[in-house]
């Protein structure tokens, strides 16, 4: 029998977890969703399927659970699946939780062998299937329609260790790029870095050590380089031993940016040095050789410090409402002969979860989105608003959903397959607390203040959560 899950922060209002796995085929439409915008949104995202058996102090905790909503020929349909992970499917047949939802914490008896993998963090498709990915375990493969589980892949036994939730994907050839941090074991400051083709297939495996360890949540690619972020979330095997935290805030150390050329080895990894920030994510990234010299353009949501963990003695972490990510553009000469870089402020107006026309993954772009908080004082608040900024001319518009809505990562969605870069719409989940339910929201990218143009109703609240895809249909 289930017990009440406690009365935590992190599990309250629409971050507690929706405990029913469900089908809706055909979902009310306020508005009229376009002809032409045929597809799935997929989410991913931490959905406890039993009470914390100790600290559950972190939004990042819980088994993943994908919800996704079908849009095609005006209508929309949702589904909801847990990722039948190892972990998961012996959770459910003993009927209690097994693994602790927090670092460190003791085991069931009889569980202690049994993988870590929560997979929750982000869901993309990939060579006909969907991956759910944490950013310390293998990817789970899921069948694109049904969302049945099929296991972890481990690429026919060639790489075995973590995966980012953030791999690459070149518009070009269809190649995908990730990395893993702590790629030798915990608390290893080596990083891994793989390519996988079009068809699933790994092609390239390899392994470098960073300066010192830390939690890289996301990297950059260009059509030319690999951009590695190492920022001051340091992991500490000797402070982790002396009942500190796992992972803990350091300024003491610097932030460095290794850049490797995309037909390079690792060895040739150069080295960027700068004052201590952190980035959860980055926009994104090119390379340009105006005036014979090569330079890296990266465009990133920069905080001064490491959000949501503690500093080294442990004290407090500092919420994402006190500060939003700064988007920023750092510029990177390969031709100089100096290890610093140069930082240009793009946008007054903080946020988080930027994304852009991914048709011009690792090119000049002009277009880009992002959520952010207008209301920090409310209860249960992350984002409530989502952003447009035209990088060329700074103009910026925005859409608030209201008073107790809150919103989910937009995603971009071009109009039509060969439409100009951020000609399309953004697709995103909005939750209403005064029904507690979420709709999905499609907003025309001419002018997003002008609000939805279709809104579907889902049955269910989607938690918040971290990550999401669109997929076209097929």
């Not at 209301?375 to 035209?390: I, L, M, N, Q």
């Amino acid at each position: 029998m289930s017990k009440p899950f406690p009365n935590k922060p992190v599990l309250k209002n629409n971050f507690a977890p929706v405990m029913v796995e469900c089908d809706a085929p055909d979902l009310i439409v306020h508005g009229e969703l376009p002809a032409n915008l045929a597809g799935t949104l997929y989410r991913n995202g931490p959905n406890p399927m039993f009470p914390p058996l100790g600290n559950h102090h972190h939004w990042f905790l819980g088994e993943g659970m994908i919800h996704a909503i079908n849009l095609e020929d005006g209508k929309a349909s949702y589904r909801n699946r847990w990722v039948r992970t190892e972990q998961y499917n012996a959770q459910r047949e003993a009927g209690e939780r097994l693994v602790g939802t927090a670092f460190g914490e003791p085991r069931k008896p009889g569980a202690e062998k049994l993988p870590n993998n929560v997979a929750n963090t982000n869901v993309v498709s990939h060579a006909g299937k969907l991956w759910a990915l944490d950013e310390g375990s293998s990817p789970v493969m899921m069948d694109m329609k049904t969302l049945e589980t099929e296991g972890a892949n481990n690429f026919g036994g060639k790489y075995q260790g973590p995966m980012t939730a953030h791999p690459k994907f070149d518009p070009k050839t269809g190649e995908m790029m990730f990395f893993g941090y702590m790629a030798d074991g915990p608390a290893s400051p080596d990083i891994s870095y793989q390519v996988v083709d079009a068809q699933g297939n790994l092609t390239r495996s390899e392994m470098f050590k960073a300066p010192y360890a830390s939690m890289v949540h996301d990297f950059i690619t260009t059509d030319e380089h690999v951009i590695f972020p190492i920022f001051p979330a340091t992991i500490d095997m000797d402070r982790i031993m002396k009942g500190g935290p796992m992972i803990a805030w350091d300024p003491s150390q610097s932030t460095w940016i290794g850049i490797m050329g995309r037909n390079d080895g690792v060895d040739s990894i150069r080295w960027f040095e700068g004052d201590p920030c952190y980035v959860y994510h980055p926009m994104n990234a090119y390379t340009t050789h105006e005036g014979g010299k090569t330079k890296v353009v990266a465009d990133v949501m920069k905080y001064s410090r490491v959000p949501l963990f503690p500093d080294v003695d442990g004290n407090k972490v500092m919420d994402l409402g006190a500060e939003l990510g700064q988007l920023v553009r750092w510029t990177f000469d390969l031709d100089g002969n100096t290890n610093d870089y140069t930082e240009t402020e793009l946008n007054d107006i903080g946020g988080e979860f930027p994304r852009f026309d991914e048709r011009f993954v690792g090119h000049e772009y002009r277009h880009g989105y992002y959520a952010t908080m207008t209301r920090p004082e409310a209860e249960g608040a992350p984002f409530d608003t989502f952003v447009h900024v035209d990088l060329k001319t700074g103009n910026t518009k925005t859409y608030e959903p209201g008073e107790g809505c809150f919103v989910h990562e937009p995603v971009f969605v071009p109009r039509t397959e060969k439409a100009e870069e951020g000609d399309g719409y953004l697709v995103s989940l909005v939750y209403d607390g005064s029904k507690n339910l979420s709709d999905l929201v499609v907003l025309d990218t001419d002018d997003i203040s002008q609000g939805p143009i279709a809104r579907a109703e889902l049955p269910t609240r989607v938690p918040f959560g971290f990550h999401g895809n669109w997929a076209d249909a097929v």
